[in-house]
Every structure is written in C-alpha cells, then in structure tokens.
Antibody
C-alpha cells in the first residue's frame, strides 16, 4: 500500500539543526510532490514547503525561508527536511505528506501522511 | 499569502447533522480538502476536490463550496467522528504554496 514512514523523535539544543526523513513506498516516488507540515502541541497545521522528487526543485513558506532545506534520495525513495537555527518555538511534530492533483482544475490534496516525527528543542 | 478561517469548536448531538466551514479567498479558485485528526494521530484525508471521498471514508461525510466558503457536512454524526478537522487548499499567491485553516474541534454529545 501507499505509505510514508518517517524517522523517530529528535532532541536538539537551541541553535542546532535537525534532519527528518520520510521514506515512500507503494508508488513511484518521483511522480508526486512531498510536502512538509508541522504542528505544535495544541495548535493547527502549518505548511512549511514542497519538494519535487523528480528534479529536486523546492519551494518554502516565507516564514521558513533561509532556515529550511528539503532534499531527496531517489535511490532510496526518501525525502528529507532539514531545519537549522532551531529555537524553542520549533518544538513540534513534523509530518510529510504526498501532494496529489485531480482531473478538475483546482483539485489538489495531501494523501497519505507520514506518522509524524517529534522534534523537541530544549536547552 | 492567503488565509483560511475555521470556527475553533463545534458540537453536535449524536446522530444529528453538523456543518464545519472553511472560509478564504483561495477557495474561489481552489477546492478545499479536509482532514480528520484524532489525538496523537496523523491527519487523515476525508474529503477532497468536488465532494470526493477516499476509499474507506463513510458516505455520511460530504462537501460543498459556495463563493469563498467550503463546507464539510456530517449527516448522522457518530461518536467516532469526534476529532479535529482541518481544511487546506493551494495558495493563490503564485509560488505553489499551500494554506491551512486553524482547525475545528468537533465534539459529539
């Protein structure tokens, strides 16, 4: 079945970097964008950016410009999110999600989602 | 970038009908998609596009759109429908971005 499996929880100190992985299976990895979304405890979902696994192109939400890098390994069908200069406000669960487009103009959605990776930033 | 607005909380009596709304300018151009999220779990897609349901989602879930407002309707809400519901759509700002609503906590009484 189509699924995304993410790496485990990470603890980092403020100012450090973290790299989260998202391994895809059950479909052609290079055919669909991978998006990254985060959720702080008790908060809503926040879109961070997208990455095209076919060519490596990416686009980031303005809030994360300069701190985020999204990459991939086509040989292992794995997408990566790296966030640098971490601060306590970056403590959250980070999700990867496959982007899909439909037959009708304007149809687009995320499915499936990874199980989430908890990142804790604490001194 | 665009914004999507949702009511923070909605309640419904067991077996009754409830509508959860999502409002934003991007919805005049793009369809909303809807995700159900239960505590400690990842979001799950329940509706997308022109009122489409993924396999396994009950037909009591339906969607509609009018102007800049998208709606998720649950007809005959069940106890297991108690969850957070998030809407999202593509952003109209032109950089292939996306935007999420703040989420609605649905309580089934």
């Amino acid at each position: 079945q189509v699924q995304l499996v993410q790496s485990g929880a990470e603890v980092r100190k403020p100012g450090a970097s973290v790299k989260v992985s998202c391994k895809a299976s059950g479909y052609s990895f290079t055919t669909f964008d991978i998006n990254w979304v985060r959720q702080a405890t008790g908060q809503g979902l926040e879109w961070m950016g997208w990455m095209n696994p076919n060519n490596g192109y990416s686009g980031y939400a303005q809030k994360f410009q300069g701190r985020v890098t999204m990459t991939r390994s086509t040989s292992t069908s794995t997408a990566y999110l790296e966030l640098s200069s971490l601060r306590s406000e970056d403590t959250a669960v980070y999700y990867c999600a496959r982007g899909n487009s439909g037959d009708h103009v304007g149809e687009a959605w995320f499915d499936p989602w990874g199980q989430g990776s908890l990142v804790i930033v604490s001194s | 970038s665009s914004e999507l607005t949702q009511d923070p909380a909605v309640s419904v009596a067991l077996g009754q009908t409830v509508r959860i709304t999502c409002q934003g300018d991007s919805l005049r151009v793009y369809y909303a998609s809807w995700y159900q999220q239960k505590p400690g779990q990842a979001p799950v897609l329940v509706l997308y596009g022109r009122n489409k349901r993924p396999s396994g989602i009950p037909d009591r879930f339906s969607g509609s759109r009018s102007g800049n407002t998208a709606s998720l309707t649950i007809t005959g809400a069940q106890a297991e429908d108690e969850a957070d519901y998030h809407c999202n759509s593509r952003d109209t700002s032109g950089y292939h971005g996306w935007v999420f609503g703040g989420g609605t906590k649905l309580t089934v009484l």
